[in-house]
């Protein structure tokens, strides 16, 4: 049996257009930019990037042109920063981009960065529907666990009424990704031009009825809550009950339900999916992981909060998977809007845009001896010998040698509830199903939408459901 075409497989199509294709340009839309470009206020918009003196530039052709390194960073994003990392040996480099070249620092430098004053240095910006088949079915997994994680997440930020909600879990789905679309649609016009355009693509459109469905469920739930006095253990309670000045407002805080439900699903999501490619690809993981998870179980074989910390295998394989398919390339991302002295001496010209190369730095034999040796327990073994770092060896840990949550004070901040619901979810997985690769297949290669770095969402899995449990 094979599974229908999905929901999150047609937008990754659209995605992917919307990436590939140039924009076309209605008539209205050309002779509106005419008018615009040749009017003079124009011709001073733009503040020129300075590059730092001595610096490399990754990429460059025989002549020195940036233009086809900026091309291929939309694709292989990865590819040039290892070789940036590699060719700087771990020292600063300029990564070119679509939107400029980007100043990649060495993690030496983020203690200083993380607390750098904003105006200098910004930043920038459910399983009942699970197989039920004791037979192999082919599935897009990528789809499944979007879904899955959307009414999870529902769950625990809006309750039930959400959770169950299939046009709201669409729509958290679809909003992420029309903004997506969006962006790459309207980053391939000048800055000054945007506005307008905008105006002429339909995925930004489309925002707008995303914010009117939220209004029009979450307003009602919020009255109705106000009228009952119930108060629910979730996150739309939460921000109730803490609002303060305009943030009591219901439309409000509705929108800030969508905006978490943007940052959390397909973040969330992308883990589990790339986890279980790789127990296709090496199955002999599945083994001590299960037998790990059922020691952590409770004696009516429930996984409680407290087996999240007996579980250091399952934190180790999270952490070691996505130290090879980390979510996001760069992070630490700053826009720095003055000329900033770093305490060596450095200065990081003003207007530039910076970063840290997390994983080129991740694959720095210096600081992961075998770096390209997938070691599923790398973590565990190391929590074990050097206890006193046992701390910065955990799949939510933000560190100079790990930053693919990012660090200082704009670390993800969800990241302990998505590695606790990363955990549940591969627990489900691990005790209910089996699953393997069809006859053949290798494990999808990611994709690099410039510097995010994201599951195949063509790849197939055999699944089936287990009848012995754990």
């Not at 399983?127 to 666990?145: S, Y």
């Not at 979007?146 to 930020?157: A, I, K, N, P, W």
């Not at 070691?320 to 720095?336: A, C, D, G, K």
Request: with cysteine.
């Amino acid at each position: 049996m094979v599974e229908s075409h999905s929901l999150t497989a047609t937008l990754y199509h659209q995605a992917q257009k919307a990436i590939d294709q140039p924009f076309s340009l209605t008539p209205a839309l050309i002779a509106v930019i005419f008018l615009l470009v040749s009017s003079s206020a124009i011709q001073s918009y733009s503040k020129r990037q300075r590059l730092a003196p001595g610096i490399p530039i990754v990429g460059l052709d025989e002549k020195g042109s940036v233009k086809a390194a900026r091309k291929r960073f939309v694709n292989d994003a990865r590819g040039l920063l290892r070789e940036g990392y590699e060719m700087a040996k771990g020292g600063l480099f300029y990564v070119p981009s679509p939107l400029g070249e980007r100043l990649m620092l060495h993690p030496k430098y983020i203690e200083e960065l993380k607390s750098a004053p904003i105006d200098k240095v910004d930043f920038v910006a459910t399983f009942q529907e699970w197989l039920t088949r004791i037979d192999w079915t082919e599935v897009m997994v990528a789809d499944k666990f979007t879904q899955l994680v959307g009414r999870v997440s529902s769950r625990m930020f809006g309750g039930t009424k959400l959770s169950q909600h299939d046009e709201w879990v669409n729509t958290t789905i679809t909003f992420a990704v029309d903004g997506f679309i969006g962006a790459q649609k309207i980053k391939k016009f000048p800055h000054f031009i945007r506005p307008i355009a905008a105006k002429f693509i339909p995925e930004i459109a489309k925002i707008k009825n995303h914010y009117k469905l939220a209004h029009n469920l979450l307003i009602p739930m919020l009255k109705e809550r106000k009228r009952t006095g119930e108060k629910p253990m979730d996150l739309l309670q939460w921000m109730v009950e803490n609002a303060k000045g305009e943030e009591t407002d219901e439309q409000f805080i509705a929108d800030i339900q969508l905006k978490v439900s943007f940052a959390a699903i397909h973040t969330s999501a992308a883990a589990p999916t790339q986890l279980i490619y790789d127990l296709c690809q090496m199955p002999e993981i599945i083994a001590p992981l299960r037998e790990e998870l059922k020691a952590a179980l409770d004696k009516e074989g429930h996984l409680t909060k407290q087996a999240f910390n007996m579980m250091p295998k399952m934190d180790s394989f999270l952490k070691e998977s996505q130290r090879f398919n980390p979510l996001l390339l760069i992070t630490m991302e700053r826009l720095v809007h003055v000329d900033y002295q770093m305490s060596d001496g450095f200065i990081i010209p003003a207007h530039t845009s910076i970063g840290v190369p997390t994983q080129a730095v991740s694959m720095d034999p210096s600081i992961y001896p075998n770096p390209e040796e997938f070691d599923a327990f790398r973590f565990a073994k190391l929590r074990e010998t050097d206890p006193e770092r046992a701390g910065k060896m955990q799949y939510a840990s933000s560190n100079p040698q790990s930053m693919s949550f990012g660090f200082g004070r704009h670390a993800c901040p969800g990241r302990f509830f998505a590695s606790n619901e990363i955990k549940a979810i591969m627990a489900h997985v691990l005790t209910h199903y089996d699953f393997k690769f069809p006859e053949g297949q290798e494990r999808p290669v990611s994709m690099g939408v410039e510097t995010q770095f994201l599951p195949n969402h063509e790849g197939r899995v055999l699944m089936k459901k287990r009848t012995e449990g754990l």
